[in-house]
């Protein structure tokens, strides 16, 4: 266990010394990587506040499952959300980043040679994309160990058939599923691979099966009667029938007001008033059925109930902002700010007309995309076919950008200055940094291809391919690049072995690896003695106030 215990030490020292060197060691998270921190923050306090004023929580979006409940039951549970408190979190992330590296080490040398894995972990314990994972409390951190962990009971489902390694595997798959919606891809292609080499292929399928859904099956039902729950009562309902209208309002036929009375609580109220208030626009008195045909006519769609989807709502949203032609490639809500198509003109309708700047539910568009996420998306795609090729390669390119990581807390050679764009962690852009990762994808390429021929290799290539095509898929995130780090390790470790490695004996490359890892300490140590500053669009940051909020979701320059 010497060499795990070296890999843990030696990364837990780098993000220890990573976490004081700048400014913003006092913060709740990284000044490089801010991403979806505000929210779990947020929504730790408000579930803290209700749990001690006994009161439902007043955050909206913890009413409907919008986003996957992992993260948010793993960061309520160890914080209250309060930043006095914030570094004992970032501390328990900076030991979990730091157990990575000793956890992959422990994986592959079961099935590749010793040097492989010792050179692998290595890259990973030093890796700046990984250490950025754990500067705050981001998803993607624990989503990872979790999914280092499961794969040892795969390794014993790779080697031999085992009705418990099979049930704990499962339970874990689902667990994953929990903090990230898409690791149902990973799931169905690793299972596909392991049931290959079980003898009883439907046995074992169904005990996988059955342990993934039983898993999952709790939240599935609370998720579903959030969602009933959010169609009946959330929001700003007409009163019950029988209920006289304000005078101030058009007089409507029954009929129609019972229509109406059929969509979302949070549509009702909206709908109702647009309509009235087109017609009156249009010189009507009287609201019939036939006039509520304003609303399609405004915006393209009748709203229809949040249907009982998967583990969250997001999923076809997101296709639908990644793909959509205003998008950047990453995280963007400008498709959301689209007016409205207003058929015959905007002078047959209300005056002032004005569009929600968030998600709103209560405006009929963005609730079609919540719902038609992924018909909306594809029409996007399929609109104009080279610009949406485009996008996705620049999706590629930023996934990239996190894979080809850099060393230590200050991304040697490229250094940590660069640009963040929305709800994603820094990237160098200036021409070295793309030298070198032209670099690293040429060493990644040829050990791709010695991986691909390894009698292990198959889960690792899968684990990459299913967390490709959700940036290819959704958003160009650059932290979701940073989950195959340890695949892009694995495959520069087997290509360093095949060709690298015996031009030097054994104890030159210790010496060189020890200078190496020296190095990278001793430039850490001198940062915190130096005590970085930050600034953002050159703007410097004090260490006694965090980051203004609204910039996590703009894209700006970072440096150090």
């Not at 004996?505 to 200078?515: F, H, S, V």
Request: charged fraction near 15%; aromatic fraction near 10%; include cysteine.
């Amino acid at each position: 266990m010497r060499v795990p215990l070296l890999l843990f030490l030696f990364g837990l020292l780098l993000r220890l010394l990573f976490w004081q060197a700048t400014t913003d060691r006092d913060h709740v998270f990284a000044t490089a990587f801010v991403g979806d921190a505000p929210i779990w923050q947020a929504q730790a306090a408000d579930l803290a506040r209700a749990a001690q004023d006994g009161k439902p929580p007043s955050l909206g979006e913890l009413q409907l499952p919008l986003r996957p409940p992992g993260m948010t039951w793993l960061v309520a549970s160890l914080w209250d959300g309060a930043a006095a408190t914030a570094w004992r979190l970032r501390l328990l992330f900076v030991f979990l980043g730091a157990a990575i590296a000793p956890l992959l080490w422990l994986l592959l040398s079961r099935s590749f040679a010793r040097p492989v894995a010792t050179f692998a972990a290595t890259i990973c314990a030093a890796s700046t994309s990984l250490m950025l994972l754990g500067s705050g409390p981001h998803n993607e951190l624990p989503y990872l160990l979790l999914f280092l962990v499961s794969m040892f009971d795969y390794e014993r489902l790779r080697r031999a058939a085992g009705a418990w390694p099979l049930l704990r595997w499962s339970v874990l798959q689902a667990l994953l599923c929990l903090l990230r919606t898409e690791h149902l891809l990973t799931f169905v292609g690793l299972l596909a691979l392991a049931l290959r080499r079980q003898p009883a292929r439907v046995r074992a399928a169904a005990i996988a099966l059955a342990a993934f859904g039983a898993t999952l099956l709790p939240w599935q039902v609370a998720a579903w009667r959030q969602i009933d729950h959010y169609n009946r009562h959330v929001g700003q309902p007409l009163p019950p029938p029988g209920t006289p209208l304000p005078a101030r309002y058009l007089q409507w036929d029954d009929a129609a007001l019972a229509r109406v009375r059929e969509l979302p609580a949070c549509q009702q109220t909206a709908v109702f008033c647009f309509v009235g208030d087109t017609i009156r626009t249009r010189g009507g008195t009287r609201v019939t059925t036939d006039d509520l045909r304003v609303v399609e006519e405004a915006y393209g769609w009748w709203p229809r109930p949040l249907p009982r989807g998967g583990l969250a709502l997001y999923g076809p949203l997101n296709f639908f902002l990644g793909n959509a032609k205003e998008s950047d490639s990453g995280f963007s809500t400008t498709p959301l700010l689209r007016p409205p198509q207003l058929l015959g003109g905007p002078e047959r309708y209300p005056p002032g007309m004005v569009l929600p700047q968030q998600l709103a539910l209560s405006y009929p568009p963005h609730l079609r995309a919540v719902i038609d996420g992924y018909a909306l998306g594809l029409a996007e795609l399929t609109a104009d076919v080279p610009a949406a090729l485009l996008r996705i390669g620049k999706k590629l390119v930023h996934g990239w950008q996190g894979a080809a990581t850099g060393l230590g807390g200050y991304n040697l050679p490229n250094g940590l200055s660069g640009t963040r764009r929305p709800v994603d962690f820094v990237v160098a852009e200036h021409l070295g940094a793309s030298l070198w990762r032209l670099l690293i994808g040429a060493l990644t390429l040829a050990g791709l291809l010695l991986l691909a021929r390894h009698p292990a290799g198959g889960p690792w290539l899968c684990w990459a391919i299913t967390k490709v095509i959700p940036i290819a898929a959704f958003f160009g995130y650059a932290r979701q690049g940073a989950l195959v780090v340890p695949v892009v390790a694995l495959a520069a470790a087997l290509a360093w072995d095949r060709w690298l490695r015996p031009r030097c004996t054994p104890r030159a490359w210790q010496r060189i690896g020890l200078a190496l890892g020296t190095g990278l300490l001793l430039v850490e140590t001198v940062r915190v003695f130096a005590t970085e500053g930050i600034t953002i669009e050159e703007r410097p940051i004090a260490a006694a106030t965090a980051e203004p909020p609204a910039t996590h979701h703009v894209r700006c320059r970072i440096g150090y």
